[in-house]
Nanobody, 128 residues
Framework: QLQLVESGGGLVQSGGSLRLSCAAS????????MGWFRQAPGKEREFVAA????????YYAESVKGRFAISRDGAKSTMYLQMNTLQPEDAAVYYC?????????????????????WGQGTQVTVSS
């Protein structure tokens, strides 16, 4: 069983930056999809960014492209989300997720249903 624990959320002013971390325990990510999703109050969970642990392309939601960056440290089984130029609309609970496998299609990475393991979430608040 894989456990994921997010950290790094908090309150930041508009235009500021945060780096979220997702630590895995229980087993390694393996060659699997790794992603970040977020959910704001009253809204559905939405895709933010994803990649395969084994490397390759990264995928981003249009709303965060150019501002957010996903990365991973395989040796530490940790995934990161660097968030720059944060805006009030970025405020949400951010969840990390890992899938049982990697994919060749970007659309698969964007589908929350393709992820089997989820963290508990970390709150990001952006003040205007």
């Amino acid at each position: 069983q894989l456990q994921l624990v997010e950290s790094g959320g908090g309150l930041v002013q508009s235009g500021g930056s945060l780096r979220l971390s997702c630590a895995a325990s229980g087993r390694t990510f393996g060659s699997s999809a790794m992603g970040w999703f977020r959910q704001a109050p009253g809204k559905e969970r939405e895709f933010v960014a994803a990649m395969s642990r084994s490397g390759g392309p990264t995928y981003y939601a249009e709303s965060v492209k150019g501002r957010f960056a996903i990365s991973r440290d395989g040796a530490k089984s940790t995934m990161y989300l660097q968030m720059n130029t944060l805006q009030p609309e970025d405020a949400a609970v951010y969840y990390c997720a890992a899938g049982p496998r990697s994919y060749s299609s970007g659309s698969c990475y964007r589908d929350a249903g393709n992820y089997a393991y989820w963290g508990q979430g970390t709150q990001v608040t952006v003040s205007s």
